[in-house]
């Protein structure tokens, strides 16, 4: 069991995204590009994982990047 490399949720196997953070979404590919592009390139992190993603025993860290 990993974590994903962008929220820290857990995963199965030796993924280094969650299905919610891979960029492969299907027709929803779109999102996913927005989304890290969001991250990469504004340092922009989704506050919350989609419904059907999270558990009862998440815990949520947030800590502030230095900007370069």
Known sequence: MSRCGYCGAEIQGDDALCPYHHS???ENWAE???LMCDFFHRGL???RLAEDLRREDDCWIFVE????
């Open 24 to 26: 492969g979404l299907g």
């Open 32 to 34: 996913g590009n927005r």
């Open 45 to 47: 992190i989704p506050a």
């Open 65 to 68: 990047a230095a900007s370069a």
